[in-house]
């Protein structure tokens, strides 16, 4: 499972494109020897997928798409954003007076727990977050950014959707046949956008059976 820059783990970088994104992952998939793999993605995840595999089409095999389509988003995750902003990392002595800081924005339960995945100590055991907020922050337009510029994607792909989310419509078919041909468009019941929170078992299900 890779984390993209500014996330997890990797490195932090004050440039955050699609195209800078592609070329960690292909760095990455040249470290390790890999002509081409299966590449999925879920939302901001999904759509680096769709970037990399209508670039080089030579490096994916089989993509997966889960709840995100080709298209440019507005942005949309500001209660997000705020629920990082209310956690005063100077202040809080534990995990649970940052969730009790972060339950004064309007977000689910499970979205709050998601957040706070973020949390971790520095060598000084200082709180900080993983992520790099400030650049994500100010990348947040461009992270919605749509498609249609590096081609198409011509090998198998599939596009996943939850039925209680409103990410990928009817209207959106038309572009997502387009630019990748061999795709099928396929709903798990009763999941929102957190398809995997919601409905990890069907989700499995569905992906295992596509990449076999």
């Given at each position: ?47 680096v997928g769709m970037h990399l ?78 992520v790099n907020l400030d650049v ?77």
């Open positions: 499972m890779v984390d993209l820059r500014n996330h997890g783990n990797s490195p932090h970088s004050n440039e955050f494109t699609y195209d800078l994104i592609d070329e960690d992952l292909i760095g990455l998939l040249d470290d390790e020897g890999l002509k081409k793999a299966h590449v999925l993605g879920h939302s901001l995840g999904g759509k595999s209508t670039r080089f089409q030579d490096r994916v095999d089989k993509l997966v798409v889960i709840d995100i389509a080709p298209k440019y988003y507005p942005p949309h995750h500001q209660d997000v954003f705020r629920a990082f902003r209310s956690v005063d990392l100077d202040a809080i002595k534990s995990r649970k007076e940052a969730s009790d800081q972060m339950s004064t924005i309007d977000l689910p339960f499970g979205v709050r727990q998601f957040i706070l995945k973020n949390l971790t100590r520095n060598e000084d055991e200082q709180f900080i977050w993983k994500l922050e100010r990348a947040n337009d461009k992270i919605g950014g749509g498609f249609g510029k590096n081609g198409v994607f011509t090998n198998p792909t599939l596009f996943i959707a939850g039925e209680n989310s409103d990410y990928i419509l009817p209207e959106d078919h038309e572009k997502i046949g387009r630019l990748f041909p061999s795709s099928k468009i396929e709903t798990i019941a009763g999941a929102g956008h957190w398809v995997h929170a919601d409905k990890p078992e069907e989700l499995r299900e569905m992906v295992l059976e596509f990449l076999a």
